[in-house]
């Protein structure tokens, strides 16, 4: 699986912390994930802790898997003040090219405790498989 990655990452979320400055949908903040293989299915696990589901967007074009949330500031009072913030908001947003071996047709995708799973089996054509070979019973000899 090829991913695209940005190497001003970790100077992005400093920036963002000192700043206070959070994504937009026209420059989202990237989210943290982990990606590993567990059988016959490749597993992508994002954070995205605060999010709810409604606010979560998955998208398959060709091979460009695209996903978006947005983290959106919880309703406060008249009367709070707050204190301190560090708790992003905004928009985070993660592309990821799959390779042609993932069935991208049946994707699942669970989100529980803050964690966007996503499940892609791989394709069948990119499992191995067994090639019989026909016998010489087969050939026929020519008279004449």
Request: aromatic residues 4%.
């Given at each position: 699986?090829?991913?695209?990655?940005?190497?001003?990452?970790?100077?992005?979320r400093l920036?963002?912390?000192?700043?206070?400055?959070?994504?937009?949908?026209?420059?989202?903040?990237?989210?943290?994930?982990?990606?590993?293989?567990?059988?016959?299915?490749?597993?992508?696990?994002?954070?995205?802790?605060?999010?709810?589901?409604?606010?979560?967007?998955?998208?398959?074009?060709?091979?460009?898997?695209?996903?978006?949330?947005?983290?959106?500031?919880?309703?406060?009072?008249?009367?709070?003040?707050?204190?301190?913030?560090?708790r992003p908001?905004?928009?985070?947003?993660?592309?990821?090219?799959?390779?042609?071996?993932?069935?991208?047709?049946?994707?699942?995708?669970?989100?529980?405790?803050?964690?966007?799973?996503?499940?892609?089996?791989?394709?069948?054509?990119?499992?191995?498989?067994?090639?019989?070979?026909?016998?010489?019973?087969?050939?026929?000899?020519?008279?004449?």
């Open positions: 699986m090829l991913m695209r990655t940005d190497p001003f990452r970790e100077l992005d920036t963002q912390q000192l700043l206070g400055t959070s994504g937009t949908w026209s420059r989202p903040s990237p989210m943290p994930m982990d990606a590993y293989r567990e059988g016959d299915v490749y597993v992508i696990a994002l954070d995205l802790p605060g999010v709810t589901t409604d606010a979560i967007d998955i998208d398959v074009e060709r091979n460009m898997l695209t996903v978006k949330a947005e983290r959106r500031p919880t309703t406060k009072g008249e009367n709070v003040q707050m204190e301190l913030s560090e908001l905004g928009v985070f947003s993660r592309q990821l090219m799959l390779a042609d071996t993932l069935d991208t047709e049946h994707i699942e995708a669970d989100y529980d405790a803050g964690v966007l799973t996503l499940r892609i089996p791989i394709a069948e054509r990119a499992k191995p498989r067994k090639i019989s070979i026909g016998g010489a019973s087969e050939r026929k000899q020519i008279s004449g």
